[in-house]
C-alpha cells in the first residue's frame, strides 16, 4: 500500500492577514479609478448637460472614504510587509490594527452604503423626470457608482475580517 501523500504546508497567518491587506488595497483602487472617471453627458431635447460624480455628495463621500481607506491600507501594507520580512511586530501595532480597522472599516461601510442608496434614488428619480434620447448613457453613469459601491464592499468584508483577527492577536497578547 502506497503511503498517503504528503499534506500540504499550513498557510501562515501573517500570509493570510498580507493577501488581506493586498486585497483591501486593490479594492479600494478600482474603486476610485472607476468613481473618478464617471461622467455622463445628457442629451434632453436637444440640449447636452455634463454631470460628474462630484456633482453628487454622496459619490464624494464615497471617493473620500475610498481616499482614506486607501491610504490607511498602503500604511497597514508597509507594517504587515515589515513585519512578514522580521518577523517582529511592533507593539504599537497591535492598537493600531485592533483601532484602526475597525475605525476604517465603518468608514468605508458607510461610504458604500451612501453610495448604494444615492444611486438606487438617482436613477429612479431621474429616469422618472427626465426624457432622454437614450438612456444608456444613463444606465451607464450609475452602473459604475454601483459598481464603485460593491468594491467598497468588497473592501468593507476585508477589513472587517482583519478586525476580528486584530481582536484575536491583541486578546492574545494581554
Request: glycine share 6%; hydrophobic share 50%.
Amino acid at each position: 500500500m502506497a503511503p498517503p501523500p504528503p499534506s500540504p504546508p499550513p498557510v501562515s497567518l501573517k500570509v493570510i492577514l498580507l493577501l488581506l491587506r493586498v486585497l483591501t488595497g486593490a479594492f479600494l483602487v478600482i474603486a476610485l479609478i472607476i468613481l473618478s472617471t464617471n461622467s455622463v453627458t445628457i442629451v434632453s431635447q436637444g440640449s447636452a448637460l455634463k454631470f460628474h460624480f462630484k456633482d453628487v455628495y454622496a459619490y464624494r463621500y464615497m471617493l473620500s472614504s475610498a481616499v482614506i481607506g486607501l491610504l490607511y491600507a498602503v500604511i497597514q501594507l508597509f507594517f504587515t510587509i515589515s513585519e512578514f520580512a522580521t518577523g517582529m511586530k511592533n507593539p504599537f501595532n497591535y492598537q493600531l490594527d485592533f483601532y484602526g480597522d475597525k475605525l476604517i472599516s465603518y468608514l468605508v461601510a458607510t461610504g458604500s452604503a451612501a453610495g448604494f442608496g444615492v444611486t438606487k434614488d438617482l436613477k429612479d428619480t431621474f429616469l422618472a423626470l427626465v426624457v432622454l434620447d437614450s438612456t444608456d448613457p444613463v444606465d451607464k453613469f450609475f452602473s459604475r457608482g454601483y459598481a464603485s459601491a460593491s468594491l467598497l464592499l468588497f473592501s468593507f468584508i476585508c477589513l472587517a475580517v482583519l478586525s476580528v483577527f486584530s481582536s484575536f492577536a491583541i486578546a492574545k497578547r494581554n
